[in-house]
């Protein structure tokens, strides 16, 4: 079993930046695909980027290319979203998850077996 705990959050101006934080525990983080999905008030939650278990794959939608990088240092367990050039519609919660594999819809919430809470991120206009 993983445990996901994001911070990071916070408030930004609008093209301001933002490096979130997924500390994981067990001994097995290595091991997994994990992905940063986000959720707005009133809205589905919604795919971010995935990164494989040894960071050589990474997968993006499409508003976050470019802007956003995922990555990770499995020494730490741990894993990164740094977000750049934020804008108001960018506000969600954001929460990491874990998967057992890179195959399949990663874009799809229900393949990850382990969730974070969650941390706030508001941009300001």
Request: aromatic share 12%.
């Amino acid at each position: 079993q993983v445990q996901l705990v994001e911070s990071g959050g916070g408030l930004v101006q609008a093209g301001g930046s933002l490096r979130l934080s997924c500390a994981a525990s067990g001994r097995t983080f290595s091991t997994y695909v994990m992905g940063w999905f986000r959720q707005a008030p009133g809205k589905e939650r919604e795919f971010v980027a995935a990164i494989s278990w040894n960071a050589q794959d990474t997968y993006y939608t499409d508003s976050a290319k470019g802007r956003f990088t995922i990555s990770r240092d499995n020494a730490k367990n741990t894993v990164f979203l740094q977000m750049n050039n934020l804008n108001p519609e960018d506000t969600a919660v954001y929460h990491c998850a874990a998967r057992s594999n890179w195959r399949g819809a990663l874009r799809e919430p229900s393949g990850y077996a382990y969730w974070g809470q969650g941390t706030q991120v508001t941009v300001s206009s």
